[in-house]
């Protein structure tokens, strides 16, 4: 396999857009009726992410040595989607029947052995991923709605009640489902995992989103949703760690803030822990009283409140890292930050030039679909906040 060859080559084909997830889909549901039904019933947004996943992960499989572990994840994952093994020979055809048409001349035997040795090679990881699975999860979790309380106009706490255990670590996520929607998003549990194995998720509702909306203002006690098995790493605490912490939230960022709030009591902390949580008027402040409660129960947790267009401080920024900075040295700490892509882009590179080191900084972004493991190449000066 020629890996320069094929990522030469799926750059060309990238440059046609939208075209190609076009032409991948019309070819597999062409083929394999089958298969539509896999996918949410509007296809609109849907449309360049199994494409473009799959053109990127193929194109580098010089890399796979690296890959292994997320990929057989991924195989794992790819069981909520009802995805078998006899699919990814379909997905494949697929694939490389697009890479033909938009290739043209350009498609030679040489690249078809080697996108479809790569291509093999990669689905046999998943495939061996998914049939591990079988033997410790289900495909998905279906679960109760305990409680279903609108904090605000778009946001809403949800208890959920699996109907069989859901393993996780504070600061991963889970997949979660309407089975109206037909569409798999990530959000995650506000607690550290709890004897009776229910879960709290705070969701906020994008205009126009297929599955917040539903979940924000389409459900109620005692609806059944689907959960799908935990991912990331992003934001773990290292069990039993010894160092302070510095949390950085905004919006439903703050969910697995809470969560490793809630590790760090459950361990009997020698930590300090300072939260700065913000939102951008006070009224969004959707979970103060939960915040209120555990600050008066943990005297190593101190809660500073941010508001991004605050009338009383006209002069200062309205982003919670720019008040933590203002307000100390966190240099030894480790920082975990978690909001939107642009709270989170901007809290890292603030962080950075302020002369944080990158393993220092754990971060999550909620607005990009998750699609694979931090690439660390920095390592923590002390790892007892770490990644696991
Ligand atoms: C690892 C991870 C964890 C997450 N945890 C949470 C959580 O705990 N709570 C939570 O509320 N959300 C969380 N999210 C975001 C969540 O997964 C969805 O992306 C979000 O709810 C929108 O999904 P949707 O189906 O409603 O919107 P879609 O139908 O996917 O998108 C509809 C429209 O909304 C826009 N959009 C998509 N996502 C966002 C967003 N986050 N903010 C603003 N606009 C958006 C799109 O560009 C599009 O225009 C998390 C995301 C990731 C990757």
Same mark, same amino acid.
């Given at each position: @396999?020629?890996?320069a060859?094929?990522?030469? +080559? ?11 997830p ?15 039904? @896999? ?6 947004? &849907? ?8 053109? #990127?992960? =193929? ?12 990929? #057989? ?9 009802? *995805?078998?093994?006899e ?48 033997? =410790? ?7 109760e ?6 904090? +605000? ?9 699996? &109907? ?11 997949? =979660? ?31 126009? %989103?297929?599955? +917040? ?12 949703? !689907?959960?799908?098995?935990?991912? %990331? ?26 969560a490793?709030?809630?590790? =760090?009591?459950?361990?009997? +902390? ?37 508001? %991004?267009?605050?009338?009383?401080r006209?002069?200062?920024?309205? #982003? ?13 700490? !480790? *920082? ?6 642009? @709270?989170?882009g !901007? ?12 393993? &220092? ?8 679909h998750?699609? %694979?493991?931090?690439?660390?190449t920095?390592?923590a000066?002390?790892?007892s906040?770490?990644?696991?």
């Amino acid at each position: @396999m020629d890996a320069a060859r094929l990522k030469q +080559s799926w750059s060309q084909v990238a440059e046609f857009g939208d075209l190609v997830p076009l032409h991948f889909y019309s070819t597999l549901f062409l083929a394999y009726p089958e298969t539509r039904q @896999m996918f949410p019933s509007n296809m609109a947004g &849907q449309r360049d992410r199994l494409v473009s996943a799959l053109g #990127h992960i =193929v194109s580098h499989v010089d890399q796979v040595d690296s890959l292994v572990g997320f990929l #057989h994840d991924l195989g794992g994952d790819h069981r909520k989607f009802a *995805v078998r093994a006899e699919h990814y020979p379909a997905v494949g055809e697929a694939l490389l029947a697009t890479l033909r048409h938009f290739l043209g001349e350009a498609w030679t035997d040489e690249l078809t052995q080697d996108w479809t040795a790569a291509y093999g090679l990669i689905s046999q990881v998943m495939i061996d991923g998914a049939q591990a699975a079988e033997a =410790v999860n289900p495909p998905w979790w279906v679960a109760e709605i305990l409680g279903h309380e609108r904090r +605000s106009f778009d946001v809403a706490v949800l208890t959920l009640r699996p &109907q069989y255990l859901l393993p996780f670590a504070p600061g991963q996520s889970i997949g =979660v489902s309407h089975p109206a929607v037909r569409a798999w998003r990530y959000y995650s549990p506000a607690n550290a995992p709890r004897s009776d194995g229910t879960l709290e998720l705070h969701v906020r509702a994008a205009p126009g %989103g297929a599955v +917040s909306s539903r979940l924000v203002y389409g459900c109620a006690v005692s609806d059944q949703i !689907h959960l799908a098995a935990p991912v %990331g790493d992003r934001l773990t605490l290292w069990p039993a760690g010894t160092s302070d912490l510095l949390l950085l939230g905004s919006g439903t960022g703050w969910a697995p803030l809470k969560a490793l709030v809630e590790q =760090v009591a459950a361990e009997g +902390s020698r930590r300090r822990v300072d939260l700065y949580v913000g939102a951008r008027s006070p009224g969004e402040f959707y979970d103060n009283e939960a915040i209120e409660k555990l600050a008066a129960v943990y005297p190593w947790l101190a809660v500073t409140y941010v508001v %991004g267009l605050d009338p009383q401080r006209p002069a200062e920024s309205g #982003h919670v890292v720019d008040r933590a900075l203002a307000d100390g040295d966190w240099r030894s700490r !480790h *920082v975990y930050i978690c909001g939107s892509d642009e @709270m989170v882009g !901007h809290s890292v590179t603030t962080l950075a030039r302020a002369g944080y080191h990158a393993g &220092q900084l754990h971060h999550e972004g909620f607005g990009k679909h998750w699609y %694979g493991p931090t690439w660390r190449t920095a390592t923590a000066p002390d790892d007892s906040g770490g990644v696991r």
